[in-house]
């Protein structure tokens, strides 16, 4: 999934002088909940600018996002306290590698390479390349209806990569955004994307004039990850996860941000 990734590192610089000075609390937000529980404050890394999975309310300055929410129901069925330290998405692994903070909550991606120098928790999002159409077109239900149409695309991303081998004419544009407008006034006929990127828009929005018509086989998971000495944290975490899921918090908290479960099946 695509980062952005505006620094804060100066911040945690000066985060990690203070406590290193016998200063007080080095969190950049608290849960609020589990006041006095006699547990260590469960803390994670997090970028703070990447909506709507971590990122600062515009009016109330507050860290918030999806992520925030899943770690803070995390926190709460652990009983502990979740703090978090804002760093841009470049230093996330070495700041917890540098043990400023146990593990990360920013839509890690859960791949082979990563697993083999970090563990992670169980997946707390799912998801999926999806294929978007107007409103009134009834002419895609799969990814191989695309062949032969234009479809508005980033030629940077792996979804213009995607829709050239499924047989489609890429229509290049800056984001997806301009792809929608595009859509819409019948220039382009579909245009193919992350699930989390239009379900985002689709929410903020309250586009009615484009719907999602059909998924494509890619599939991401994305989990909290630790450093390999924090394996039974993410145990715990991966626990709390599958109790979250299994009494319907996680299809909730989905459900605020994305208009439905994007949790996946049950965490284990």
Request: hydrophobic residues 35%; negative net charge.
């Amino acid at each position: 999934m695509r980062r952005r990734t505006l620094g804060t590192l100066s911040a945690l610089a000066l985060t990690g002088l203070l406590a290193a000075c016998g200063g007080g609390d080095t969190s950049t937000s608290g849960s609020g909940s589990s006041s006095g529980s006699s547990q260590e404050a469960l803390t994670f890394g997090t970028e703070g600018t990447y909506a709507p999975f971590s990122y600062h309310d515009e009016k109330t300055n507050d860290l918030v996002g999806y992520d925030i929410d899943v770690a803070k129901a995390v926190g709460e069925q652990l009983g502990r306290d979740v703090e978090f330290s804002e760093n841009n998405w470049d230093s996330l692994f070495a700041g917890m590698e540098a043990k400023r903070y146990d593990g990360i909550a920013n839509q890690v991606s859960i791949t082979a390479e990563r697993e083999a120098k970090y563990v992670f928790s169980a997946p707390y999002t799912v998801s999926t390349g999806v294929v978007v159409t107007r409103a009134d077109d009834t002419s895609v239900t799969s990814l191989a209806d695309i062949a032969g149409k234009t479809s508005a695309q980033s030629t940077t991303s792996n979804w213009a990569q995607t829709a050239t081998e499924a047989g489609a004419k890429v229509e290049a544009v800056e984001g997806l955004t301009q792809a929608m407008t595009l859509l819409k006034q019948g220039r382009v006929d579909v245009t193919v994307n992350d699930q989390l990127a239009v379900l985002d828009y689709l929410k903020t929005s309250g586009d009615t004039g484009v719907k999602i018509a059909a998924e494509t086989d890619d599939r991401t998971e994305q989990g909290f990850v630790f450093r390999k000495d924090e394996a039974e944290t993410a145990q715990q975490v991966s626990d709390a996860l599958a109790k979250l899921k299994a009494d319907g918090t996680l299809a909730e908290i989905s459900q605020k941000w994305f208009g439905q479960d994007v949790s996946g099946p049950a965490a284990g």
